[in-house]
């Protein structure tokens, strides 16, 4: 593979209209390494009848082309992600490791009104890593990946095939895709917070094995308007496992930042309540 090789730039698609508001808030959802936009499904049924949920398509998906990790950024892939969707967007909903380049990009943007990092990577000082870490990630690299398939699966899929299947998509990731997954976690202590004067809502799992809740922690304490909501009994994807929790976070979020455009009722409020 020549290291010319252009990859797939990201695109963004229509996931759900706002639902009668005349001026909606529009979200943009962006998935993880080896994540899809299915990701977001409950999400997308649970949120606001204001919200406007678009998705952002990154090369680094369960579909996209691995050529992208030789010679790209993936901030750049998140800036034109931010910039092809219509109108602008409000709210920024980021995901695991694009949790990182999307926040150094958004330090250097002011036009984004509230961001949502769910499952960072992220540590203050250049001396919380260690030899171990790297060991840790780079041997372990496929644990966090079938954990991925375990809550998109479910037991749909039994554990030697789940397991395999991990490591299919490790090896499609390969040694470069790897290498942008750590390398944007040992950025994340040069990270300008004090440049993210939005208001930040950091989401995590206490019980997740991928992106330490201590991370989570430090991140929203660091940050001038961060804000943290910790999920117990929830791994690295609580969009997907704690979803009427998470869309609930949110919802108070976007009510906080925008109150004239986003009610108290509305879809969201009526499917909670009838249940």
Not at 67 to 94: I, K, M, N, Q
Not at 232 to 239: I, K, R, S
Not at 249 to 271: C, D, K, N
């Amino acid at each position: 593979m020549p290291l010319s090789s252009p990859s797939a730039a990201a695109r963004v698609r229509l996931r759900r209209g706002a639902l009668g508001a005349v001026e909606p808030v529009r979200v943009l959802l962006l998935h993880g390494l080896a994540g899809s936009t299915s990701q977001w499904g409950a999400y997308t049924e649970l949120a606001d009848d204001a919200v406007e949920v678009w998705d952002g398509v990154l090369p680094w998906g369960a579909e996209g082309d691995p050529r992208w990790s030789v010679t790209e950024e993936p901030g750049r892939h998140v800036e034109r992600a931010l910039d092809e969707v219509p109108g602008g967007v409000d709210v920024v909903v980021v995901h695991s490791f694009t949790a990182g380049p999307a926040l150094e990009v958004l330090a250097r943007r002011g036009d984004i009104g509230a961001a949502v990092v769910v499952a960072p990577f992220h540590r203050r000082s250049p001396d919380a890593f260690t030899w171990d870490d790297a060991q840790y990630y780079l041997n372990g690299f496929h644990r966090i990946l079938e954990e991925g398939l375990r809550i998109g699966a479910g037991d749909r899929v039994p554990p030697e095939l789940r397991a395999a299947m991990a490591l299919r998509v490790r090896e499609r990731i390969g040694p470069y895709g790897w290498q942008q997954f750590f390398g944007a976690y040992l950025r994340s202590p040069g990270l300008d917070v004090d440049a993210l004067r939005l208001p930040v809502l950091v989401v995590a799992g206490a019980e997740d094995f991928a992106a330490p809740p201590e991370d989570a922690r430090a991140l929203a304490a660091a940050l001038p308007d961060g804000r943290l909501r910790m999920f117990d009994d929830c791994g690295h994807c609580a969009m997907a496992e704690r979803p009427r929790d998470f869309a609930d976070a949110v919802h108070e979020l976007l009510y906080e930042v925008f109150p004239e455009r986003v009610g108290t009722s509305g879809v969201a409020r009526a499917i909670r309540t009838a249940s």
